[in-house]
């Protein structure tokens, strides 16, 4: 089966910076991405990552290492529109390379 | 940009009644359309995978007979849920993969409809 493990909420302030973390474990793995999902909505793309290393996207970076089947999104300059659920999610390198989602994580933004 | 398009948005229905739900592309085409389902505070757990043409490809524990799944057209994947009970209450959500060169969505490739709200009474 395949495992993608969050830490299931994180709180910080306006301002601030916060990273959240993904292992993974899949049977196979083409790339790792970030989706953010307001309540009631449907996700939304932030990053990927297909290769080890940081990729920074204005105030959103993700990084990947390969080796360690871990992955993290770190958001800068946090505003209070940043709160919402965080997924990440692998690509598989097998059948039609399916997207599979990690457990979220709900960030709450307080002033 | 690419976009997908699901409908409805919200739907109530009859315990034991079927609903259609549609996804299409509107600017690009599809060779892959995915369906999840979503429980409240949960992940998105994929439930099949339809390719235009061919069978779906359902995950282990979804019951095909119940969660049916056409892709009939580059551009149109529905799944209909039959006999609806309770426990299928949920948000139900597609995303789509374009084939190279027609319109790609996101730089790796998936584009999401807006999700559809089932309630089932």
């Known amino acids: 089966g395949q495992s993608l493990e969050q830490p299931s909420e994180v709180t910080a302030v306006e301002g601030a910076i916060v990273q959240i973390n993904c292992t993974y474990q899949?049977?196979?793995?083409?790339?790792l991405s970030w989706y953010q999902q307001h309540d009631g909505g449907a996700p939304t793309f932030l990053s990927y990552?297909?290769?080890?290393g940081l990729e920074e996207t204005g105030r959103f970076s993700s990084f990947l290492s390969r080796s360690d089947s871990y992955g993290y999104l770190l958001l800068q300059e946090l505003q209070m529109k940043d709160s919402a659920s965080y997924f990440c999610?692998?690509?598989?390198?097998?059948?039609?390379?399916?997207?599979?989602f990690g457990t979220g994580t709900r960030l709450l933004v307080s002033p | 940009g690419a976009v997908v398009s699901q409908h409805p948005s919200r739907v109530i229905c009859k315990s034991g009644t079927s609903v259609k739900i549609e996804c299409r592309s509107l600017d690009f085409q599809a060779t892959t359309m995915f369906w999840y389902r979503q429980f409240p505070k949960q992940s998105l757990m994929l439930m099949a995978t339809s390719n235009e043409g061919s069978k779906a490809t359902y995950e282990q524990g979804v019951e095909k007979d119940k969660f049916l799944i056409n892709h009939a057209s580059l551009t149109l994947s529905t799944l209909t849920v039959t006999s609806a009970h309770p426990e299928d209450s949920s948000f139900y959500i597609c995303?789509?993969?374009?084939?190279?060169?027609?319109?790609?969505?996101?730089?790796?490739?998936?584009?999401f409809g807006s999700g559809t709200r089932l309630t089932v009474v």
């Open positions: 999610a692998v690509t598989m390198n097998t059948g039609f390379q399916k997207l599979v």
């Open positions: 990552n297909a290769l080890d």
């Open positions: 899949t049977s196979g793995f083409y790339g």
């Open positions: 995303s789509a993969r374009a084939i190279p060169g027609t319109g790609g969505p996101s730089p790796h490739g998936y584009t």
